[in-house]
Protein backbone atom coordinates (compact mmCIF):
# COMPACT_ATOMS: atom_id res chain seq x y z
CA UNK A 1 0.00 0.00 0.00
CA UNK A 2 2.96 2.65 0.76
CA UNK A 3 4.63 1.21 -2.02
CA UNK A 4 1.65 1.81 -4.28
CA UNK A 5 0.96 5.53 -2.76
CA UNK A 6 5.06 5.90 -3.31
CA UNK A 7 4.72 5.30 -6.89
CA UNK A 8 1.38 7.36 -7.64
CA UNK A 9 2.91 10.71 -5.98
CA UNK A 10 6.06 10.08 -8.06
CA UNK A 11 4.43 9.86 -10.75
CA UNK A 12 2.26 13.09 -10.55
CA UNK A 13 5.72 14.73 -9.95
CA UNK A 14 7.20 13.47 -13.00
CA UNK A 15 3.92 14.93 -14.95
CA UNK A 16 4.11 17.75 -13.35
CA UNK A 17 7.62 18.29 -14.83
CA UNK A 18 6.90 17.45 -18.26
CA UNK A 19 4.23 20.04 -18.08
CA UNK A 20 4.39 21.90 -21.69
CA UNK A 21 5.64 25.55 -21.78
CA UNK A 22 3.15 27.84 -22.93
CA UNK A 23 2.66 27.95 -27.11
CA UNK A 24 4.47 30.72 -28.20
CA UNK A 25 2.33 34.18 -28.64
CA UNK A 26 1.89 37.77 -29.06
CA UNK A 27 0.45 39.84 -26.38
CA UNK A 28 -0.70 43.96 -28.03
CA UNK A 29 -0.80 46.00 -25.03
CA UNK A 30 -1.98 49.54 -26.16
CA UNK A 31 -3.64 52.52 -24.43
CA UNK A 32 -7.04 53.97 -24.68
CA UNK A 33 -7.79 55.44 -27.79
CA UNK A 34 -8.89 59.49 -27.72
CA UNK A 35 -11.12 60.07 -25.11
CA UNK A 36 -13.93 62.76 -25.26
CA UNK A 37 -12.53 65.95 -23.25
CA UNK A 38 -15.41 66.26 -21.14
CA UNK A 39 -15.46 66.98 -17.27
CA UNK A 40 -16.33 63.46 -16.21
CA UNK A 41 -13.83 60.72 -14.95
CA UNK A 42 -15.17 58.10 -17.24
CA UNK A 43 -15.55 59.45 -20.74
CA UNK A 44 -16.31 57.95 -23.68
CA UNK A 45 -14.01 57.59 -26.87
CA UNK A 46 -14.30 60.65 -28.82
CA UNK A 47 -14.72 60.28 -32.82
CA UNK A 48 -10.91 60.36 -33.62
CA UNK A 49 -10.88 57.35 -31.05
CA UNK A 50 -13.57 55.02 -32.32
CA UNK A 51 -11.66 55.43 -35.65
CA UNK A 52 -8.37 54.39 -34.24
CA UNK A 53 -10.57 51.36 -32.21
CA UNK A 54 -11.78 50.17 -36.01
CA UNK A 55 -7.95 50.67 -37.00
CA UNK A 56 -7.28 48.58 -34.01
CA UNK A 57 -9.22 45.87 -35.34
CA UNK A 58 -8.28 46.13 -38.89
CA UNK A 59 -4.71 45.59 -37.65
CA UNK A 60 -5.66 42.64 -35.59
CA UNK A 61 -7.13 40.86 -37.78
CA UNK A 62 -5.67 38.12 -38.91
CA UNK A 63 -3.76 37.95 -35.89
CA UNK A 64 -6.02 34.97 -33.97
CA UNK A 65 -6.74 36.84 -31.07
CA UNK A 66 -7.96 34.48 -28.40
CA UNK A 67 -8.53 37.22 -25.38
CA UNK A 68 -8.98 40.67 -24.92
CA UNK A 69 -8.94 42.44 -21.71
CA UNK A 70 -9.58 45.49 -20.58
CA UNK A 71 -9.70 47.86 -17.67
CA UNK A 72 -13.15 48.85 -16.31
CA UNK A 73 -13.49 52.04 -17.93
CA UNK A 74 -15.82 52.91 -21.35
CA UNK A 75 -12.81 54.29 -22.61
CA UNK A 76 -10.79 51.25 -22.41
CA UNK A 77 -13.75 48.61 -23.38
CA UNK A 78 -14.69 50.92 -26.20
CA UNK A 79 -11.04 50.49 -27.58
CA UNK A 80 -11.49 47.26 -27.37
CA UNK A 81 -14.87 46.11 -28.45
CA UNK A 82 -14.02 46.32 -32.43
CA UNK A 83 -11.87 43.75 -31.99
CA UNK A 84 -13.26 41.73 -29.47
CA UNK A 85 -16.45 41.33 -31.70
CA UNK A 86 -14.48 40.57 -35.02
CA UNK A 87 -12.36 37.90 -32.75
CA UNK A 88 -16.01 36.40 -31.58
CA UNK A 89 -14.59 36.89 -28.21
CA UNK A 90 -15.76 38.37 -24.36
CA UNK A 91 -13.70 41.74 -23.42
CA UNK A 92 -12.15 40.36 -20.11
CA UNK A 93 -11.87 43.12 -17.30
CA UNK A 94 -8.79 43.22 -15.30
CA UNK A 95 -7.74 45.17 -12.58
CA UNK A 96 -4.49 47.49 -13.41
CA UNK A 97 -3.59 47.36 -9.75
CA UNK A 98 -1.39 44.60 -10.04
CA UNK A 99 0.20 44.65 -12.91
CA UNK A 100 2.70 41.60 -11.77
CA UNK A 101 0.21 39.25 -11.17
CA UNK A 102 -1.32 40.16 -14.38
CA UNK A 103 1.25 39.77 -16.43
CA UNK A 104 2.00 36.07 -15.45
CA UNK A 105 -1.58 35.27 -16.14
CA UNK A 106 -0.72 36.31 -19.77
CA UNK A 107 2.34 34.46 -19.86
CA UNK A 108 0.13 31.11 -18.75
CA UNK A 109 -3.13 32.26 -21.32
CA UNK A 110 -2.42 30.32 -25.05
CA UNK A 111 -3.17 32.29 -27.75
CA UNK A 112 -2.43 35.96 -28.96
CA UNK A 113 -4.05 38.21 -26.35
CA UNK A 114 -4.99 42.49 -27.10
CA UNK A 115 -4.74 44.30 -23.84
CA UNK A 116 -5.70 47.41 -23.51
CA UNK A 117 -5.12 49.93 -20.67
CA UNK A 118 -3.42 53.57 -20.29
CA UNK A 119 -0.98 55.83 -20.50
CA UNK A 120 0.47 54.90 -17.64
CA UNK A 121 -0.66 51.14 -17.57
CA UNK A 122 0.29 50.26 -21.12
CA UNK A 123 4.16 51.09 -21.00
CA UNK A 124 4.31 49.79 -17.47
CA UNK A 125 2.87 46.24 -18.39
CA UNK A 126 5.03 46.09 -21.12
CA UNK A 127 7.96 47.01 -18.22
CA UNK A 128 7.46 43.52 -17.16
CA UNK A 129 8.18 41.39 -20.34
CA UNK A 130 11.46 43.13 -20.96
CA UNK A 131 13.42 42.11 -18.04
CA UNK A 132 16.90 44.14 -17.59
CA UNK A 133 16.75 46.28 -20.10
CA UNK A 134 15.35 49.82 -20.23
CA UNK A 135 11.96 50.64 -19.27
CA UNK A 136 9.26 52.38 -20.72
CA UNK A 137 7.99 55.73 -19.62
CA UNK A 138 4.58 56.48 -19.40
CA UNK A 139 2.63 58.04 -22.03
CA UNK A 140 2.62 61.84 -22.34
CA UNK A 141 -1.30 63.01 -22.59
CA UNK A 142 -1.38 63.17 -26.30
CA UNK A 143 0.34 59.45 -27.54
CA UNK A 144 -2.30 57.45 -28.13
CA UNK A 145 -0.42 56.06 -31.40
CA UNK A 146 1.41 53.00 -29.78
CA UNK A 147 1.06 49.19 -30.00
CA UNK A 148 3.80 47.33 -27.60
CA UNK A 149 4.55 44.10 -29.15
CA UNK A 150 5.50 41.49 -26.28
CA UNK A 151 6.59 38.36 -28.40
CA UNK A 152 7.07 35.24 -26.02
CA UNK A 153 8.85 32.29 -27.35
CA UNK A 154 10.54 29.31 -25.63
CA UNK A 155 13.77 30.96 -26.44
CA UNK A 156 12.16 33.95 -24.20
CA UNK A 157 10.26 36.99 -24.36
CA UNK A 158 10.85 40.58 -26.40
CA UNK A 159 9.39 43.88 -26.31
CA UNK A 160 8.98 45.58 -29.64
CA UNK A 161 7.32 49.22 -29.69
CA UNK A 162 5.48 49.65 -32.96
CA UNK A 163 2.95 52.70 -34.58
CA UNK A 164 -0.60 52.02 -35.68
CA UNK A 165 0.97 53.12 -39.09
CA UNK A 166 3.62 50.78 -38.95
CA UNK A 167 0.65 47.81 -39.93
Not at 12 to 19: E, F, K, Q, S, Y
Not at 56 to 74: C, G, M, N, P, W
Request: charged residues 25%; negative net charge; proline residues 5%.
Amino acid sequence: MVRNLLLFVFGLIILGACTPSPMPKTIFIVRHAEKMLVDNPDPELAQAGIIRAEKLAQILVDKEIRHVFSTDYKRTRMTGQPAANQAGVAIELYDPKDQEAFAEKLRLLEGNILVIGHSNTAPGLANFFIGAGDKYPDLTDIEYNFIYLVTIEESGEKVELKSFKDF
